[in-house]
């Protein structure tokens, strides 16, 4: 079973906007990652944030995590059509390195 | 492309049939991940290995699956007896030794029928 929700399931934005997404966790972790999925392909990593590190900046990704809350959230700003894809949160517990994902935002961004 | 393939790419067989997946990670990784997806839903672990140890197996690994990794190199992910309910897609994934980011191959969509 999946370590947790994402929110919203879908996000439908005009291009230039920007998109948040957020992810909530279940138990303690070691880092937490996103990732985006284009339709039907393989997944492709964007960010990675620490337990104990709080924001992180990539580009035009900007990924926050609140531990305390178990929640994350991922925004991309100045949205592009090309940004149209699936983005997935997926958390490393302190005990194993493999990947426990969310259910996925599916973003589109209309031109 | 992320350097991690895998074949084949699709694979459409009847129930009760075989088949055999393979991976190749990126060279210097040492640890290889597979994980399933069915559609509409994130990716679900598999099983991981380190070098050629097979190190966690989920409870979804069930009797029927099998994934070997005999050099520590490519790896093999075997259904046997497939059920309709094996359809999706399955990804492999790979990290090197202090890396905490896995990268994914393109995934092998399978179609039970």
């Known amino acids: 079973s999946q370590q947790g929700e994402e929110d919203p399931q879908a996000l439908s934005i005009q291009e230039g906007e920007n998109a948040t997404m957020n992810c909530s966790y279940k138990t303690s972790i070691n880092n937490l990652q996103w990732y985006r999925q284009n339709s039907g392909r393989g997944l492709v990593h964007l960010i990675l944030i620490r337990s104990n590190e709080r924001e992180k900046h990539s580009g035009r990704l900007r990924v926050t995590l609140d531990t305390s809350k178990k929640s994350s959230s991922l925004l991309i700003t100045a949205s592009r059509a090309a940004d149209t894809a699936s983005y997935f949160c997926?958390?490393?517990?302190?005990?194993?390195?493999?990947?426990?994902f969310g259910s996925g935002t599916r973003l589109l961004v209309r031109p | 492309d992320t350097g991690v393939s895998q074949n084949p790419r699709h694979k459409i067989t009847k129930r009760g049939q075989n088949v055999t997946f393979r991976c190749d990670p990126i060279?210097?990784?040492?640890?290889l991940y597979w994980y399933r997806q069915t559609l509409g839903q994130g990716p679900e672990f598999l099983t991981y290995f380190q070098n050629e140890a097979q190190l966690e197996k989920s409870r979804l690994l069930s009797d029927r699956f099998s994934a070997e990794r005999p050099k520590g190199s490519f790896s093999t992910l075997e259904i046997q007896r497939t059920e309709q309910g094996d359809s999706a897609m399955y990804l492999c994934a790979s990290s090197g030794e202090l890396q905490e980011t896995q990268y994914f191959g393109p995934g092998t969509r399978l179609l039970v029928l």
């Open positions: 997926a958390t490393v517990s302190v005990s194993s390195y493999k990947l426990i």
């Open positions: 060279s210097e990784h040492n640890r």
